[in-house]
Every structure is written in structure tokens, then in C-alpha cells.
């Protein structure tokens, strides 16, 4: 487990360094300024587990190891997670998204579809144009919405899909 525990905590070491900088870009972009990951753990080591092993069998739990590591979203000096308001901690979860999808790009030199479950409407105007123009830019997306209102101009392809008076449902493009 030690062995294995470091390995997972190198590789997030390395995720969270590649991430880094295209999230604290797409975050700044979206109006949280000075956003930034972080990641501080240690794997442990095999006397730390030794020690803890009678415990751990008696609660049936292992007590040490990066299972039990987060990975900081912080703004400033502030968690997001603990300290944050919703709408920072739901622009902290877009950057974060966006950055992977860069990544992933940049490493597999392919755009990943980008799956977005009713963002829009809980983003000011001039956030969802930011949004909707890095998407734009970023490939192929499918944004849900329970209102056309919250679509900032024309997208590629609407679909509308609408509930009959039977229950059942219709989907058409629009």
C-alpha cells in the first residue's frame, strides 16, 4: 500500500501541476481572480501503516493514505469548499473543467466533449458570454437549460425538448 500510495500521490502531484495554470486562467476569466489548486500530500510510509494496522482492523477502516487527500481549491488564502460562496464554488468547478478539457486536449491532441447540465442560468450575462466564447472556442459542447432566455446569442444547434400533455415527451430541433 505504501508503495501504491505514493505512486497515486505523484501522479496527482502531477495532474494538479499540469492543471494548474489553465485553471487559475479560466477561473480569472469568469471572474475569480487569484484562483489556484493545491495539493500537499504525503504518501505514507510503510512504519506510519505498520503502526496503525491493529487499529485499522479493529475498525475496519485504514485511518492513512491519499485515499483520504483533497485536493485545495483555494481563492487568496480562502478554501472554497469550506469558505466559499455557491457561486464561486460553481465557477471554481467550471475553470476546473475547462482547464481539463484543455489538458486532455493539449495531451491527446483531441477536443473532449464538454457535457454542461444547466450552467447558464445560475451566471450573470457577462459571465455566460465568457463562458459560451470559451466553449465556442474549445470545441464541441451540449449545454442543457430550462430557458432559451439563458443562451447568450445564437447557438450552432438548439434541440427543444418538451413534455406532451400525456406525459410523454417530444424532442425536436429547433
Given amino acids: 500500500m505504501s508503495r501504491l500510495g505514493a505512486q497515486l500521490v505523484e501522479g496527482r502531484r502531477e495532474a494538479v501541476s499540469l492543471l494548474r495554470p489553465s ?12 484562483a489556484e489548486l493545491a495539493y500537499e500530500a504525503e504518501p505514507p510510509t510503510v512504519e506510519e501503516l ?8 479493529e475498525r475496519g477502516t485504514t485511518s492513512l493514505g491519499p485515499h483520504l487527500d483533497d485536493v485545495g481549491v483555494l481563492a487568496g488564502d480562502r ?5 466559499g460562496s455557491q457561486g464561486e ?4 468547478v467550471l475553470a476546473l473543467l475547462l482547464g481539463e478539457a484543455e489538458l ?24 455566460r458570454r465568457v463562458l459560451v466564447d470559451r466553449l465556442r472556442a474549445s470545441g464541441q459542447a451540449l449545454v442543457t437549460s430550462a430557458s432559451r432566455n439563458a443562451l447568450p446569442g445564437e447557438p450552432a444547434q438548439t434541440i427543444v425538448v418538451e413534455q406532451d400533455a400525456d406525459g410523454t415527451s417530444r424532442v425536436e430541433p429547433a
Fill in 50 to 57: 505498520e503502526a496503525r494496522t491493529a487499529r485499522d482492523l
Fill in 23 to 34: 485553471f487559475a486562467e479560466r477561473a480569472a476569466e469568469l471572474g475569480l481572480p487569484g
Fill in 89 to 92: 464554488q460553481r465557477l471554481a
Fill in 104 to 127: 486532455l486536449e493539449e495531451r491527446r491532441g483531441t477536443r473532449p466533449l464538454l457535457l454542461l447540465d444547466d450552467v447558464l442560468s445560475e451566471l450573470d450575462p457577462d459571465r
Fill in 79 to 83: 478554501d472554497l469548499r469550506a469558505f
